[in-house]
């Protein structure tokens, strides 16, 4: 109860609850239209999953000013790849949520005038990029990952001659494809927090690419994705030794 108490009085947590409930009712939603006798379930599941949606745009006002100390951490990386790719998707990151105060102010009717559609269109492409961003990140710190356990793998070896998994030279392409799936997985193995963060990435991206008609989808597929990312996120506020440290 202490941990729940702590982790619902962070910032952070309080966002993925928010997260993983909007995600959880659109899943539901889904799964339940097709049936005949669960229309007032469906009515309710959708008056929730807006009031969420509406309350964590609201409750995420601030969060421009942590995307904004992301943008001033990131610019110091060591590594001139993260140092890139986490400054561009920060940034991107300020552009998305200063659009949530314009978008709301029009949901709650304060401002006609206001092109809702365009707004979302706006900050869903700024979305995109950021995670497009952090996903060329997480698949720069994978294949890093992937050549150590291969160097680490071959030092062990007794003759030098040898496969750094102890394979011998993939000279098929099913050996080859087993070679690389064995190395990715002791490589995510040894960093999970990596591959949390990939997932999460990964998970996330489908909603901007379903808006901007990048890769249509359904809300089934949202509302999973969604969901798995918000799980992902809640772990690294509940475990911080699951974040992901940049080089």
């Known amino acids: 109860m202490d941990a729940f108490i702590s982790f619902t009085n962070q910032t952070q947590g309080q966002d993925q609850l928010f997260r993983a409930t909007k995600y959880t009712c ?18 309710k599941l959708k008056k929730l999953e807006s009031s969420v949606s509406t309350g964590h745009k609201w409750f995420r006002l601030g969060n421009v000013v942590h995307a904004v100390q992301a943008t001033q951490q990131s610019i110091h990386a060591t590594d001139l790849v993260p140092r890139v790719c986490l400054t561009l998707a920060s940034l991107n990151l300020v552009i998305y949520f200063s659009c949530d105060p314009i978008i709301f102010v029009r949901s709650a009717g304060l401002a006609s005038g206001i092109n ?37 793998r071959a030092k062990r070896e007794k003759s030098p001659s040898q496969d750094p998994l102890g394979y011998s030279v993939a000279s098929e392409e099913t050996e080859w494809l087993q070679f690389f799936l064995l190395l990715l997985f002791r490589s995510l193995k040894k960093h999970l927090p990596l591959l949390l963060y990939t997932v999460k990435n990964f998970c996330d991206i489908l909603n901007p690419l379903d808006q901007l008609g990048i890769y249509k989808s359904n809300p089934g597929i949202i509302g999973l994705g969604g969901l798995v990312s918000s799980i992902a996120g809640i772990i690294t506020v509940l475990y911080p030794q699951m974040k992901l440290k940049t080089h």
Not at 26 to 43: S, T
Not at 143 to 151: D, K, N, P, T, Y
């Open 26 to 43: 659109m899943l539901l939603r889904y799964l339940l239209e097709p049936k005949a006798d669960k229309e007032e379930v469906v009515m």
């Open 116 to 152: 809702k559609e365009k707004w979302r269109m706006w900050a869903g492409r700024h979305y995109y990029y950021s995670l497009l961003l952090s996903l060329v990140m997480d698949l720069y710190e994978i294949s890093l990952q992937m050549e150590q356990v291969a160097h680490d």
